[in-house]
């Protein structure tokens, strides 16, 4: 129970923060308008498809460059969304009263998570409802459409918890960000290296949501987020109980 009283307690937390109105109202805003350009360049270029029998259709040259520039939008703005939730309370001197409350590390971890996660849930709304208001005069790759809105969603869950990991190494939430903004950079650009092939981009998340995008499932790339949040919401708990036990 503590959990969800936790992540609702972040929640209007998060809710009741300028940043985190300014960020919905910037990624709607931008999506937006290139949702819209990209929708009139595909109305534009109908004719020309149709006269090179292209199989190329709506879902691959609107959907998926929105989506595709959604995750980017979120990679610059997660780290500042997320960079208070455990710096702040140790800044402002209130980890020490939860750390003596009946919860457990993991619980709190958990709480803090599903908070960030359940706003990032509600911001990719007004994405959602973009893309799908296209059923409305076209044809979707529905299976496609469905791929590549779990991978985003999927992209945004493990930028959350890498911030929240970050987020407890600092007291100061502008380093928590920076310093997430950074891995998260690098982590991605690791998808230029090699041509998308090797070690390296197997790591990053571009590559993973690059496939799901073109609808292309594959065991790793499902096993590839759980993965990725489940260890850094692990080396959260290590390092708040780790400051638990030192204090």
């Excluded at 190329?56 to 989506?67: A, E, N, S, Y």
């Excluded at 299976?143 to 918890?161: D, H, I, Y």
């Excluded at 991605?188 to 499932?217: C, H």
Aim: hydrophobic letters at 55%; charged letters at 10%; proline letters at 4%.
């Amino acid at each position: 129970m503590m959990p969800s009283i936790i992540a609702a307690k972040e929640l209007r937390s998060l809710f009741a923060s300028p940043l985190a109105w300014a960020a919905m109202v910037l990624v709607t805003v931008v999506v937006a308008w290139v949702f819209l350009e990209l929708v009139s360049q595909h109305l534009d270029g109908q004719a020309e498809l149709v006269a090179l029998n292209s199989p190329t259709g709506v879902t691959d040259r609107v959907v998926m460059p929105t989506l595709n520039l959604t995750a980017w939008l979120f990679l610059f703005i997660v780290p500042f969304l997320s960079m208070r939730l455990i710096a702040d309370e140790r800044r402002a001197g209130t980890l020490a009263l939860l750390f003596s409350s009946p919860v457990s590390m993991t619980g709190i971890v958990l709480g803090k998570y599903l908070g960030i996660l359940g706003m990032l849930t509600l911001a990719l709304m007004p994405v959602v409802c973009m893309v799908c208001s296209l059923y409305f005069g076209t044809t979707l790759d529905s299976g496609k459409l469905a791929s590549g809105l779990l991978g985003l969603w999927l992209t945004l869950a493990a930028f959350a918890a890498v911030g929240l990991f970050m987020s407890t190494l600092t007291g100061s939430p502008t380093a928590a960000a920076f310093a997430t903004l950074g891995l998260l950079l690098v982590a991605w650009l690791f998808s230029t290296t090699g041509d998308g092939i090797g070690p390296l981009s197997g790591l990053s998340p571009a590559t993973r949501l690059d496939r799901l995008l073109r609808g292309v499932f594959d065991s790793s790339d499902l096993l590839y987020y759980p993965i990725m949040i489940l260890a850094f919401l692990v080396l959260s708990i290590w390092r708040l109980d780790s400051e638990r036990l030192q204090s």
